[in-house]
DNA sequence: GTAATAAGTTAGAGAAATCTAACAAAATTT
DNA sequence: AAATTTTGTTAGATTTCTCTAACTTATTAC
């Protein structure tokens, strides 16, 4: 049984892998906002435990093991965020300070319940895809808004930052995954543009905004 | 805030004093399964933050601010519990555990919405009433099905003992709360009763099983 | 009312997770 | 290639929560 604070580390070890590839111990003293010595010496104790190959100075990599128990963790994560705005209608950008909490409980039934009143579920309410049962997961190939062209139409499928700043922002614009977007303009001097959705024919979203923003192409 | 063991303690303190009225060291220990001199130290610790009123030797007791601490917490679990049971379909003889676990999340909106799609219960899947907003729990005077006459018909309230093993022996018996019991006999000799309700005619109770069912009379 | 037992405290230590300060290695810049 | 900066490690300390051993106080038994 892995403790919390482990749990986190691996997690987080799990994550940026999957966004950067590499992992070192100055990225994940940043995510987890806990100094330097104290990562190494957790690395040293989860190596340990066989969940990390770790070696001085060489990048941190999970071992099968940490993979699998990373993916459960996350899996746990992400069907707690589903069932929150599924089953309890909270807002997407209010659920994944509570998933943190969550994804720590340990009860397989709890989940696998979860689970089942969802319909077995393939991605969390962000787009992220849910791990299976044994902690692995495939992403889908999708675009960033941002490199769309003009006159294009996509589907919106996953945000990239799940900050509930963000998250508020789209919802006053009414964005929802699964929304249809055509791409009606880009401005050339900061790569702004211009879509129509729904009931909105012409709403401009910033760059900044376009890279957060994952599509799929019709 | 108090860390997640501060509020084990909160809880035993608020637990044995509702069931016992005195609180002393040897028990808490027992309840928490922490040795004695652990729970010296947590008790001037939580003395030190005005939730426990402590002097040497004395019995424990909680302050108006522990007692509303430990309350809250406790209405979360209960709460909890009635969620699982209500909403998640799990049985109440598996709630607890969980429970134990997810009263300590924080996040103030996630226990709201529990207790708005629940719609406001007053007590949990086992009888036991959840405490208000304020951590005030207002306890209904039961009697033991045990203390009983023949020939009473009585309404089934609660459950003293939440143990599993216990719920499960009720669940074989088909007992559930605001089942309508009729008392047919009592046996003299080891003072167990049989009884009547729903399709069972007559089914014999030992006096350890109904000294744990509290009964409301008709 | 003394002896025995139970309950409670003090003292000291250990595990887990964290930190700061100082040093070492690797990467980058010039 | 030397200097500088970034990255990573070691050493030692701190906080929280726990324990055991030894001692003290209170209660119960005789
Ligand atoms: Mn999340
Ligand atoms: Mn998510
Ligand atoms: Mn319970
Ligand atoms: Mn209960």
Redesign the pocket.
Known sequence: M?????E??LKALFNIANETGE???????KR??????????????LSEKKLVH???????QLTDKGKKEAGLIIRKHRLTEMFLVDKMKLGWEDVHDIAEQIEHIQSPVFFEKMDELLGYPKVDPHGSPIPDKNGKVVWKEYNKLSDCKVGETVKLAAVINTSSGFLKFLNTREMRLGLKIKIKSIEAFDKSITVSYGKHQAEALSNIVCERLLVEKQ
Request: no cysteine; proline share 6%; charged share 25%.
């Open positions: 892995n403790s919390l604070t482990e986190n580390y992992v070192n111990v100055a990225e994940l003293s987890l906002e806990i100094k330097m010595p104290t990562v190494t010496s957790m690395m040293k104790k770790y070696e001085s100075y060489k990048p941190l």
